[in-house]
């Protein structure tokens, strides 16, 4: 059994480091002059967009005094919970939206929350399958639909959700 606690929300990166400047009374200047990461980094970290690689990690470390690896761990999470929400979000407008207006959304989500929309992908389609299977079951359960047909409803949707992609 799995007793690992799973939150259904993260705060941004950025806002543990705001806490831990202040905590330590460094500026956002001086962590910038002293880390040699540059301002418009850190304002992209602080305004929540998960970028935080290896490098800026390390230069977090030396100033902070705080693992590289808690930057990057705590990072992957956020962009972890973004790429689950955008894909949640985007599974459940999927219904009522042409396939322009998604390929759009995935794009302008993904540039809005600063993640990558090929690391969207595997979320997206988690999300998609989700709902199309509670969609589906729905309509068996109602009675529109046997479950064989609501089960091939569920196998087209998913292979068109798919080509999509």
């Known amino acids: ?3 690992k606690y799973k939150p259904n929300s993260t705060s941004p990166t950025g806002e543990t480091l705001v806490d831990i400047l202040k905590e330590q009374n460094i500026s956002k200047i001086d962590l910038c002059d ?3 990461i ?5 304002c992209d970290i602080i305004q929540g967009k998960p970028i935080i690689d290896k490098e800026i990690a390390q230069k977090l470390e030396v100033v902070l005094n705080i ?19 955008i894909a949640k ?13 998604i390929a759009k959304l995935c794009d ?11 690391e969207l992908y595997p979320f997206l389609i988690k999300e998609t399958n ?3 299977r509670r969609n589906v079951l729905k309509l068996a359960l109602w009675g529109i639909v046997t479950i064989s047909l609501a089960y091939m409803l569920y196998e087209l949707v998913a292979l068109i959700i798919g080509e999509l992609l």
């Open 108 to 118: 302008e989500q993904c540039k809005d929350n600063g993640v990558d929309y090929n």
């Open 89 to 101: 979000d985007i599974a459940q407008k999927i219904s009522t939206t042409d396939t322009i207006s």
């Open 67 to 85: 693992s590289a690896d808690f930057w990057i761990k705590r990072d992957a999470r956020y962009k972890e919970y973004i790429l689950q929400k």
């Open 1 to 3: 059994m799995d007793n």
């Open 130 to 132: 989700a709902m199309i």
């Open 38 to 42: 540059s301002p418009s980094v850190i």
């Open 34 to 36: 002293r880390s040699g």
